[in-house]
T-cell receptor, first 112, second 114 residues
Framework: GEDVEQSLFLSVREGDSSVINCTYT??????LYWYKQEPGAGLQLLTY?????DMKQDQRLTVLLNKKDKHLSLRIADTQTGDSAIYFC????????????FGRGTSLIVHP | EPEVTQTPSHQVTQMGQEVILRCVPISNHLYFYWYRQILGQKVEFLVSFYNNEISEKSEIFDDQFSVERPDGSNFTLKIRSTKLEDSAMYFC????????????FGPGTRLTVL
C-alpha cells in the first residue's frame, strides 16, 4: 500500500531557512500536500503541488517535487517562532477519492 | 474565515459505552470526512460522506462505527461500543464541490477510553 515517510524532528534558528523532507511510495500520486498543525488546532492545508509540477512557490514557502525519486520537500524561508508546529506531508490521487495518505509529521522547533 | 468546528474537544468514556462525536463542516461544503490519529501514529482515514451516504470507508471503519448528517449543519461519528484502542484524536474535515483535494480540518476531539 501507499506509504509516506518523513523525519520526526527539525530544529532551526529563527531567521534561517527550514527544509522538511518527505518520501512517498505511490507512483500514481496526483497531489502532494503539506499540512501544518499548531498545538490544539486541526490540520491546516498549507499548500499542495500537482505531480506534473517540479516546484511551487507561495510567499515564504517553496515546495520541490522530485517525481523520479518520489521525494517532496517544503522550504520555509526566514523561519519565525510562529512557524513552530508539526508539518505533515501527504499524497493523494485523483482516481475518485482524493483521500490523502499522511506521513507521521515533522515537529519543527524554531529557537531564537 | 469559515472553519470546521468539533465538539467536544475532549471526551472521556468507559469501555463499552457509546460516544457521539460532533462536527459542523463549513457551510457550503459538500464532502465530509472523519480521520483519527492514535497518539504517536499517523493520521488515518476513516470515512468520507457525500450526498447523504458513505462514499468511501477504510478497513478501520467497521460495524461499530457509523456516520450521520442529521440536519443541514451537523456531521456526526458514532462509536457504538468503545474499546481501549479507540482512544485517539478524531478529526472531521470538509471540502467544497469541485475541490475535493482541498480538505479543511477541524481542531479534533480527543477521545479517551478507560
Amino acid at each position: 500500500g501507499e506509504d509516506v515517510e518523513q523525519s520526526l524532528f527539525l530544529s532551526v534558528r529563527e531567521g534561517d531557512s527550514s527544509v522538511i523532507n518527505c518520501t512517498y511510495t505511490d507512483s500514481s500520486s496526483t497531489y502532494l500536500y503539506w499540512y501544518k498543525q499548531e498545538p490544539g488546532a486541526g490540520l491546516q492545508l498549507l499548500t499542495y503541488i500537482f505531480s506534473n509540477m517540479d516546484m511551487k512557490q507561495d510567499q515564504r514557502l517553496t515546495v520541490l517535487l522530485n517525481k523520479k525519486d518520489k521525494h517532496l520537500s517544503l522550504r520555509i524561508a526566514d523561519t519565525q517562532t510562529g512557524d513552530s508546529a508539526i508539518y505533515f506531508c501527504a499524497e493523494g490521487t485523483s482516481g475518485g477519492s482524493y483521500i490523502p495518505t499522511f506521513g507521521r509529521g515533522t515537529s519543527l522547533i524554531v529557537h531564537p | 474565515e469559515p472553519e470546521v468546528t468539533q465538539t467536544p474537544s475532549h471526551q472521556v468514556t468507559q469501555m463499552g459505552q457509546e460516544v457521539i462525536l460532533r462536527c459542523v463542516p463549513i457551510s457550503n461544503h459538500l464532502y465530509f470526512y472523519w480521520y483519527r490519529q492514535i497518539l504517536g501514529q499517523k493520521v488515518e482515514f476513516l470515512v468520507s460522506f457525500y450526498n447523504n451516504e458513505i462514499s468511501e470507508k477504510s478497513e478501520i471503519f467497521d460495524d461499530q462505527f457509523s456516520v450521520e448528517r442529521p440536519d443541514g449543519s451537523n456531521f456526526t461519528l458514532k462509536i457504538r461500543s468503545t474499546k481501549l484502542e479507540d482512544s485517539a484524536m478524531y478529526f472531521c474535515a470538509s471540502s467544497p464541490a469541485g475541490r475535493r483535494n482541498e480538505q479543511f480540518f477541524g481542531p479534533g476531539t480527543r477521545l479517551t477510553v478507560l
